[in-house]
């Protein structure tokens, strides 16, 4: 296994080279110069800060230069924050969206496979129906409407959470719960559907036949094979979540790397954004290789390429 | 199938799991340094966003600017009014022709760390900041010292021929090529501070960190962490006592997180427009935490003469009469904010605006049916250039809206732009029209009038008067300010009556939160600079 592991790990190598290519190539052919301000510059100036940045030349010249950089770990400093380099931001933001988005990860398995499965075994039941439409409202309503209303609610109104803010423990219970939400959701909806179809096999009532409890039916046999499509959701979800979200970051003023992934684009800064968008796919590429892993470890008979 | 499941459901593995699994990621970021307990201070401000660089050399934007004058001191400084002050200069004199100031500098002016701070200081600080290496966006603030120019554009390499010189270590001589009559206020602006230069040597770009950072303003940098905030302390080596000990600046950038922390007490001051809720301000405006004043700033239209119909005078005339600017400042923008008939503001000691043109739709559209577009008909198809950022859309569709209704124009398309891009467009004057907006770097009537010169860096309208840039050279080099003032008058006349190249909207306010009975010395002024060690907590207050 440890043989495919490495391979997979390989393959990686030219997949971020071409999307770290794409988004170098793709910020600086748009409009927009990131040293450009209200006030005119002097031509002079701007030659030299160019230089200073290796922006200037062909963009051929450009891309091979911040390349060399980039094959030897150095991300380049950031044209909008110029005593910065994109090492240095990703450093001190990527473990403050970690943190938040790990916790919101773990809440949203929690409560998703909780819920899924207390819905899924009372099928069509009261319950069920409503945790379902609560749940689509989960789905449906986005963070920026869901946000403000929770701060308004707990923070504003009842006072007993901070609206804002980062560095103690009670500033990431509100941000965490709305980052959860939308994949909690998801998630329950998913573990029910998968559920309900798992329980209509027959290896489950040959489990029910051979005088099993209801528990073991369910834990050690449905929920084994139902969890499946939920591995493979959470994989892309992880990584989402884990390098943070601009909308609750923004909201709540916590200083991660979510606000980044546009703020980087709109100021046109290369190299920020070809830096957040390797992270992030990083993240990707190696959550989808922990859920491919998972699932063989759940289901052998499923192989790893 | 009945599934009694109820109880079955008890063991709820995953989340006794989850939660184990939880408190140990948690664990793992604490220590990583992904969270850390921030520290306590006395006032705590709301500054707008992340500040993109503390080098006073380096710094465009106003939000780096007040915390870099709250670090950092030129040889002039500002009292909470506003007004020229001595900073680390305790006196000055200016030669009669105007053209030559000699500051002594303070005998007790220290560095952070305790060095004596000398005339050298800013003579080799300004050297930096002109230099070409360091690449200083604002550098042309130097431009009006002698030779300040060519060596910023590095066509003299002697700094020793610029107009600056130390002859000993507490004066300072300084030449320059026209009589600048705003040159004290040039030197309280963080470009012109002094930097501790063998700490700039010593760390490279790394200098402006917390712990490395040697400054002379009322404040040391104490903490800075990305996005999160910066810690500023009182400074025990500057000249004068500073009321407030610490001071916490958030980067919140945020509106609603802004006005959260500000209604939640967590945060004392916010200091800008942009900061407040747009859709908010119309029902806190009565409120005694808000206030409203009006500073050198405009928000104008730039017509773009080169491209038909603007290349017209008489549209371009009758598209500034046709604006009902009131609409614009009672509906859209809406903080207090005074509908412009002139480019200049009012405040300008010694300086009065001309009329400007009046709202008059009926005069509007006889010039337009004179330029070949009665009621509007046959109006070419033109785009509305606009940067996508606080209420600039609103704006923008009203202005469109306005003009069909009272000229009849029913072919202006809205083109909202991210802010680089916009920037780039203007640059380049490729639009019809374009929303701008122009806050002097100075309280002198020339920070605006000195955009239109021919091909100026900031003209971006295509518009060029020999005549205009006739009086321009000539006001520069009349000392005497009465004339001076005069000139400049008849030069915005040019500008917003006979030429019309922009179409002035409205004068734009500071608007800044806070409980009077918390914060004092945040007063009015034009120049809408609030130095830091200007405030205090009034008495009856912790």
Redesign the interface.
């Known amino acids: 296994m440890s043989a495919i592991i490495f391979r997979r790990l390989l393959q990686a190598i030219p997949v971020l080279f071409i999307v770290v290519t794409l988004t170098f190539l793709l910020v600086r052919s748009?409009?927009?110069?990131?040293?450009?301000?209200?006030?005119?510059?002097?031509p002079?100036?701007m030659e030299?800060?160019e230089k200073?940045y290796d922006l200037h030349g062909t963009i051929w010249h450009q891309y091979g230069q911040y390349m060399a950089k980039v094959a030897r770990g150095n991300l380049g400093?950031s044209t909008?924050?110029?005593?910065?380099t994109v090492n240095e931001?990703i450093a001190?933001?990527?473990?403050?969206?970690?943190?938040l988005g790990?916790?919101a990860f773990?809440?949203a398995?929690?409560i998703g496979?909780?819920v899924g499965?207390?819905a899924a075994?009372?099928?069509n039941q009261a319950g069920d129906r409503m945790l379902m439409i609560l749940a689509l409202l989960g789905i449906s309503v986005p963070s920026f409407v869901l946000a403000?209303i929770m701060?308004l609610i707990f923070?504003?109104w009842l006072?007993v959470l901070?609206?804002?803010?980062?560095?103690?423990p009670d500033q990431?219970i509100l941000p965490a719960i709305c980052l959860s939400i939308p994949f909690a959701a998801a998630i329950a909806r998913l573990t029910r559907g998968s559920l309900l179809e798992v329980?209509k096999l027959d290896f489950v009532r040959t489990a029910r036949a051979k005088g099993l409890?209801?528990?073991a039916v369910?834990?050690r046999h449905a929920l084994k094979v139902a969890i499946l499509p939920i591995i493979g959701f959470s994989g892309p979800a992880a990584a989402g979540i884990l390098t943070g979200s601009i909308v609750i970051e923004?909201?709540?003023?916590i200083?991660?790397i979510g606000?980044f992934f546009v703020n980087s684009a709109?100021?046109?800064d290369p190299f920020m954004t070809s830096g957040v968008v390797l992270v992030f796919s990083s993240f990707l590429i190696l959550f989808n290789l922990v859920a491919d892993i998972l699932y063989y470890v759940v289901d052998r008979r499923v192989k790893l390429e | 199938m009945g599934v009694s499941g109820t109880r079955s459901y008890r063991r709820a593995i995953p989340v006794v799991w989850v939660a184990g699994i939880a408190t140990l990621f948690l664990a793992f970021f604490y220590f990583l340094g992904g969270w850390s307990l921030s520290s306590e201070a006395d006032l705590t401000l709301c500054n707008g966003d992340e500040p993109q660089t503390l080098d006073p050399a380096i710094i465009t934007g106003q939000l780096e600017g007040r915390i870099a004058l709250a670090l950092f001191e030129g040889l002039t400084t500002r009292n909470a009014q506003g007004d020229i002050i001595p900073g680390m200069a305790e006196s000055w004199t200016r030669s009669p022709d105007g053209l030559t100031y000699t500051f002594k500098i303070r005998a007790d002016a220290k560095w952070s760390n305790g060095d004596p701070l000398t005339a050298q200081d800013f003579l080799n600080s300004w050297e930096r900041a002109l230099s070409p290496e360091t690449a200083s966006e604002y550098s042309y603030q130097l431009y009006y010292l002698v030779n300040g120019e060519a060596y910023g554009t590095g066509k003299l390499k002697d700094f020793s021929q610029v107009g600056v010189k130390a002859p000993d270590d507490r004066t300072l001589v300084v030449t320059l090529w026209h009589p600048t009559a705003y040159f004290l206020e040039l030197t309280s602006f963080q470009t012109l501070c002094p930097v501790h230069l063998p700490t700039v040597k010593k760390y490279g770009k790394d200098w402006t960190k917390p712990g490395k950072m040697v400054s002379n303003g009322p404040y040391v940098l104490k903490e800075w962490r990305l996005n999160d905030y910066i810690l500023l302390e009182a400074n025990p080596y500057y000249w004068r006592p500073v009321p407030i000990h610490r001071i916490k600046v958030l980067p919140t950038n945020n509106p609603t997180a802004c006005f959260n922390l500000f209604y939640s007490h967590k945060t004392d001051l916010i200091m800008d427009k942009g900061s407040i809720p747009a859709e908010l301000v119309q029902s806190i405006k009565d409120k005694p935490y808000f206030h409203s004043e009006p500073f050198g700033g405009t928000a104008f239209m730039r017509f773009n003469v080169k491209r038909k119909p603007f290349d017209d005078v008489r549209v371009r005339k009758a598209l500034a009469m046709a604006l009902d600017k009131e609409d614009i400042v009672t509906k859209i923008t809406r903080a207090g904010e005074k509908a412009a008939d002139t480019l200049v503001p009012p405040g300008n000691a010694g300086y009065t605006s001309p009329q400007g043109l009046p709202y008059n739709v009926a005069e509007a559209r006889q010039l337009l049916a004179e330029a070949g577009y009665p009621d509007g008909k046959g109006f070419p198809t033109v785009d509305l250039l606009y940067a996508k950022r606080g209420t600039s859309d609103n704006a923008a569709a009203e202005i469109q809206a306005l003009w069909k209704r009272d000229l009849g124009i029913t072919s202006i398309r809205l083109r909202g732009q991210e802010w680089k891009v916009y920037l780039n467009s203007m640059e380049e004057i490729d639009f019809d029209l374009c929303l701008s907006a122009w806050v002097g770097d100075y309280s002198d009537p020339q920070t605006f009038l000195d955009m239109f010169v021919t091909d100026g860096g900031n003209n971006d309208t295509g518009w060029s008067d020999p005549t205009y840039d006739q009086m321009l050279e000539t006001s520069e080099n009349t000392a005497d300010p009465a004339k001076r003032m005069q000139i400049m008058h008849d030069m915005e006349k040019i500008l917003v009556e006979d030429e019309v190249p922009i179409v002035p909207i409205d004068f734009l306010v500071g608007v800044s939160l806070y409980e009077p009975g918390k914060l004092g010395g945040f007063e009015p002024n034009f120049v809408d600079d609030h130095r830091w060690g200007e405030f205090y907590i009034p008495k009856g207050n912790p």
């Open positions: 748009a409009p927009g110069n990131p040293f450009s301000t209200e006030k005119k510059i002097p002079e100036i030299e800060l200073q400093i909008q924050y110029r005593n910065r931001i001190q933001t990527l473990p403050v969206s970690m943190t790990s916790l773990c809440m398995m929690a496979i909780t499965g207390w075994v009372r099928h403000p701060v923070a504003i006072q901070p609206v804002a803010g980062w560095g103690s990431i329980l409890s209801e528990d369910l834990f923004t909201l709540f003023d200083p991660g606000p709109e100021n046109a």
